[in-house]
Nanobody, 123 residues
């Protein structure tokens, strides 16, 4: 089993920044990818970014390239999502996921999920 705990969400004004964290514990085998997804109100969950367990090979959705940065602290088994220049359309519940065999944008390919952290951007 793998446990994922996201923190760092909140209410921010447009143009601001946030750093989301996802702490992983349990049987985190090093051959998988971790990902960030988000689910805006009333919409389906969508891919944001993914990274290999070693911290290599970051990958981003086109909609967030240049504003979002995914990174990993290997010593702490924690993945971060730095979000800059926040826009109201970034408002969503952000989820951390683990267990994909590749850098996938499909939620079904990730085996474990956190509970999510809410990001709300005011205009």
């Amino acid at each position: 089993q793998v446990q994922l705990v996201e923190t760092g969400g909140g209410l921010v004004q447009a143009g601001g920044s946030l750093r989301l964290s996802c702490a992983a514990s349990g049987r985190t085998f090093p051959s998988y990818y971790m990902g960030w997804f988000r689910q805006p109100p009333g919409k389906e969950r969508e891919f944001v970014a993914a990274i290999y367990w070693s911290g290599d090979n970051p990958n981003y959705a086109d909609s967030v390239k240049g504003r979002f940065t995914i990174s990993k602290d290997n010593a702490k088994n924690t993945v971060f999502l730095q979000i800059n220049s926040l826009k109201p359309e970034d408002t969503a519940n952000y989820y951390c996921a683990f267990g994909a065999y590749r850098s996938s944008s499909f939620p079904r390919e990730y085996r474990y999920w956190g509970q999510g952290t809410q990001v709300t951007v005011s205009s």
